[in-house]
């Protein structure tokens, strides 16, 4: 199939989901899990292996059950996307429930510029959303393999309101200017670097090649941190925002240990719901996957 065919096709798939309610996406996906579960594919084998790395305090049970749950969010979340990149953001908006800690986000924003972070947790495309919604916010951005699809996020994007920055040294440069500028950065913060843009450091007690930049960027002058995640509620009533300040935490010495601490903060928001985490994403690829 050619590239063009495979762009149309995501593209009318995506456009035809972003018709349907919410509550429809997530019955789709839950009569589609069984496939994930059943026949071999990589999104089970790779969800698998990092949650058998990462909780080894889990008994066997309770890591088929994280497993199962964790392939039922990942289809929520790519169903998802049809809502997020093919309607209007407002329509998006509306599936926000509540939100906790944004008066951190507003105060950090009023004293200077602020990193925002958010990892492939929830629905991170709405929280995505949402924050360009109400403050000036410039996104490291990754392009999609496929040119349709990826003429489709960008479009998405811009609509919501977000400058886009490429994960390139003139992309780094935009994201600062933004900062001095008081603006807001959005980094996925457990994305792989690229080689020599990230250092060693432990996640879920696991050796992880983690990025520099977001430490990096934060010595930008009054320059804060915030972590935060849309949170999937039960039985499809949408979604809760919830985010909080971890400046300080971060602010260490080394890049070394305000990396790990970074991680760390990370971790913990990660385990408020593992379940809604993609671990299917090869968090180890540079590491214990080279293995």
């Excluded at 994930?36 to 790395?53: A, D, G, V």
């Excluded at 995505?128 to 479009?155: E, F, R, S, V």
Aim: net charge positive; aromatic share 8%; proline share 4%.
């Amino acid at each position: 199939m050619s590239q063009r065919l495979k762009s149309s096709l995501a593209v009318g798939v995506l456009t035809l989901l972003g018709k349907l309610p919410l509550r429809w996406l997530h019955r789709i996906s839950n009569a589609l899990i069984f496939l994930l579960l059943i026949f071999p594919n990589q999104s089970h084998r790779q969800t698998k292996i990092n949650i058998e790395r990462c909780f080894p305090e889990f008994n066997s049970t309770q890591k088929a059950n994280l497993v199962r749950q964790s392939l039922r969010h990942t289809l929520y979340a790519a169903l998802e996307m049809g809502i997020n990149w093919t309607q209007t953001s407002d329509i998006g908006l509306q599936f926000i429930k509540s939100v906790t800690g944004a008066e951190q986000l507003t105060s950090a924003q009023a004293q200077g510029g602020v990193i925002l972070l958010t990892p492939h947790l929830g629905n991170w495309e709405l929280f995505a959303n949402w924050a360009a919604h109400h403050y000036p916010l410039t996104a490291l951005y990754k392009p999609a393999k496929l040119k349709g699809l990826d003429a489709l996020i960008h479009q998405a994007r811009s609509r919501a309101g977000m400058q886009l920055a490429p994960a390139t040294a003139k992309g780094v440069m935009k994201l600062k200017r933004a900062l001095i500028k008081g603006q807001v950065n959005l980094i996925l913060p457990d994305q792989e670097p690229p080689p020599s843009a990230g250092t060693l450091s432990q996640w879920f007690n696991q050796p992880a090649y983690t990025m520099t930049l977001a430490n990096q960027l934060a010595n930008t002058n009054n320059t804060r941190i915030i972590l935060g995640f849309a949170r999937r509620l039960e039985s499809s009533q949408g979604f809760a925002l919830e985010l909080e300040d971890i400046t300080q935490q971060c602010r260490l010495a080394t890049i070394e240990d305000s990396v790990a601490a970074l991680n760390q903060a990370v971790e913990a928001l990660v385990r408020r719901a593992p379940e809604q985490y993609q671990w299917e994403y090869r968090r180890f690829k540079h590491t214990l996957d080279q293995a």
